[in-house]
């Protein structure tokens, strides 16, 4: 895989703007209601910001915050169409679990149908906890990471699973 995976403080604002648009469509990237919420919450609570490069192209990206002391949200992760299947976003998703070590629980939120994404969180250890409607996703599942192995096992026992 020649692209390269790293932490980034930001951003450039168009560059975002333009791989959002062609990768998640103009009603998210350009909502400025959305936007608003998430310059406020990244001014109160830890943002980590990883991106995809292909040379100096930022190719995919991966970014969240801290709801909490113990939960992390990762908000926005995607990688361009010409290099899905590579392990691009498997690789941000190792990198995002690695940094948020420090949580407790790291949540995302996922379209209902959008399957391969889906399928790589459940293999790497994320659970589906929740189903809701979002004005921005439609109909999502919440999945979630438990770094703390009490928290999951507690998870497991609450939720009929067979403990491990």
């Not at 919420?37 to 980590?48: L, V, Y």
């Not at 293999?123 to 921005?136: A, K, N, W, Y």
Request: glycine share 8%; proline share 2%.
């Amino acid at each position: 895989m020649a692209v390269r995976i790293e932490r980034v403080e930001r951003y450039d604002d168009a560059v975002l703007s333009e791989l959002m648009e062609r990768n998640l469509g103009p009603s998210i990237s350009t909502s400025s209601i959305r936007r608003q919420r998430c310059e406020h919450f990244e001014r109160r609570a830890e943002s980590i910001k990883f991106g995809a490069f292909d040379g100096d192209a930022l190719v995919g990206l991966s970014w969240g915050a801290a709801e909490s002391p113990s939960r992390f949200v990762m908000h926005v992760s995607l990688v361009e169409a010409a290099y899905r299947g590579q392990g691009v976003y498997t690789a941000m998703l190792e990198e995002m679990l690695a940094a948020t070590r420090g949580y407790d629980e790291v949540e995302s939120h996922h379209h209902l149908l959008n399957n391969e994404i889906l399928a790589i969180k459940l293999r790497r250890g994320f659970h589906i906890v929740g189903f809701d409607q979002s004005i921005l996703i439609g109909p999502r599942l919440t999945l979630r990471y438990f770094h703390n192995a009490e928290l999951l096992e507690l998870m497991r026992q609450r939720t009929g699973l067979t403990p491990r």
